[in-house]
DNA sequence: CGGCAACATATGTTTCAACAGATGTCGTTG
DNA sequence: CAACGACATCTGTTGAAACATATGTTGCCG
C-alpha cells in the first residue's frame, strides 16, 4: 500500500495487481508493484486459510501454535513435545509476543495443556493434547485442498523460483527482529 | 503457516524461511514454502510500514486510504476528488469491508471530510483535506526510504519476475471476492 | 402510491493484536 | 542472604478487525 494507489506509467506491463484491483493501470515502479503484490497475495491467501480454520474455532495464530506443538510432539516421540512459549514466539511464522493469550484459547479449548518447569519456574511447558492432534488431523484435507488449490497455476520449478525471490527481498526487510540464530531443534515430520 | 512448522526433507536448497525462523529444515513441499515465504515477506514489510506509519497516527489502513484520495484529487484537479465509500474499499490492497471506520477516523483527525450526495442520498462523497495532503508529502520521503531499503538486493528483473509470479500465484485464491471488473478511473500521479 | 428488493453506509458486538507494565523467578554480586 | 538486573510469563488497557445487522435511500413493480 505504501505508494498503493499510484500512477499511470506505461511501459511495465506486468498487469497484475492492476487489474485485480479496481486500479487500472500498472504501477509507477516495479518497486511499489512487487510490494503491493506481496501484500495482496499474503492476504488473499490469509482470508482462504482464516475461513477454514475459523469454522472449527481456531484463528490462522492458534493453528500455527498447535501445528508448532505436535512438530514438538513428533521430534519427542517418547515425551509430550513440550514447548516454552518463548519457543513458540520464535517459530511463528510471522513473530507474535504474545502467546500467553494464544495458549490461553487453546486450553481453554482443550487442544493444548501447560506445566510449570520446577527447575526454572519462570518458564512454561506448553504440548498439544489428543484433542489438539485429531483437530488438526481433521483439519489436514482442507489445508492440503487449500494450498493446491492456490498453486493450480504454479509449476514446481515456478513455487521454487518465487520462495527463492522472496527469501532475497525479505532481506531488506528492517524488522528482522526476533531472528536469533536458535538451536537446532528438529521437529521431525510435517 | 498452514504447513508452518514443518518437517525435515533434503533435497530442497532454498533454505529461505527455514533458517529465517526457529526453523532448521528446508520445507516438505515447495508450495507450502512458497506459501509461509508470502506471510512471513508480507508480515515484516507490513511491519516496517505500520511502525513508520503509526508515529504519524496512521495506521496502514488509514494510510491506504488517503493514498486512494489523494490520487482520486489528482485525477480531478478542478474539483475535491471525491470518491464513495464503497470505492474506496475495491481500491485498497487488501480489501476492507469497514470503509466507514477507517474514514471516521481520517475525519476525526482533520485529514478528510465527508459530505452526502444529493441525488442519492445513500452515498456519501470523501476526499482530503490540505491537513491529510501535507501529511502525505510530509511522509513520503519515508515511505520512499523503505522501499529502496527493502529492495536493497533485487533488481529491477528480479522486481519484476517476482511481480508475475505473485500474479499467478493469487489467481488460484479462493477469495477473489470484490473484484468486479470495476470502470477505468484514473488516478493519476503517484 | 404502497410494498419490496437492491443498495450504501452506519452501528453494535465480539474477538483479537499491540504496547505497557506488573509479577514472580533466577543468577550473581557483595 | 539482601540487592540488583536479566528474564519468562502474565495482566490490563486500548485500538482495530470481523461479522452480523440496522438504518436510511432508491428504483421498480403492480
New binding site residues.
Given amino acids: 500500500m505504501p505508494g498503493g494507489p499510484s500512477a499511470p506509467s506505461a511501459s511495465t506491463e506486468v498487469a497484475g495487481v492492476a487489474s485485480d484491483i479496481g486500479k487500472r493501470t500498472p504501477f509507477q515502479c516495479p518497486r511499489v508493484e512487487a510490494y503491493v503484490n506481496v501484500i495482496r497475495t499474503a492476504?488473499l491467501f490469509?482470508?482462504d486459510f482464516?475461513?477454514l480454520f475459523?469454522s472449527h474455532?481456531?484463528?490462522?495464530?492458534?493453528y500455527n501454535v498447535l501445528r508448532i506443538l505436535r512438530g514438538s510432539k513428533l521430534a519427542d516421540p517418547a515425551g509430550l513435545g513440550e514447548?516454552?512459549?518463548?519457543?513458540?514466539?520464535e517459530q511463528m511464522v510471522?513473530p507474535?509476543?504474545?502467546?500467553?493469550?494464544?495458549?490461553?484459547?487453546l486450553e481453554r479449548q482443550g487442544l493444548a495443556r501447560?506445566r510449570?518447569?520446577?527447575?526454572?519456574?519462570?518458564?512454561?511447558?506448553?504440548s498439544i493434547t489428543p484433542e489438539g492432534e485429531s483437530l488438526l488431523d481433521h483439519l489436514a484435507p482442507g489445508v492440503d485442498d487449500q494450498h493446491a488449490a492456490h498453486c493450480a497455476d504454479m509449476t514446481e520449478a515456478d513455487l521454487r523460483r518465487l520462495s527463492a525471490l522472496l527469501t532475497a527481498f525479505r532481506a531488506g526487510a528492517r524488522s528482522t527482529r526476533g531472528v536469533r540464530p536458535g538451536q537446532s531443534n528438529p521437529n521431525s515430520k510435517d
Wanted: charged share 40%; hydrophobic share 30%.
Fill in positions: 492476504s490469509s482470508a482464516e475461513r475459523r474455532g481456531l484463528s490462522e495464530a492458534t514447548v516454552t512459549c518463548q519457543r513458540i514466539g510471522s507474535v509476543p504474545d502467546v500467553t493469550r494464544l495458549v490461553d484459547r501447560r510449570r518447569c520446577e527447575r526454572d519456574r519462570r518458564v512454561v511447558y506448553v
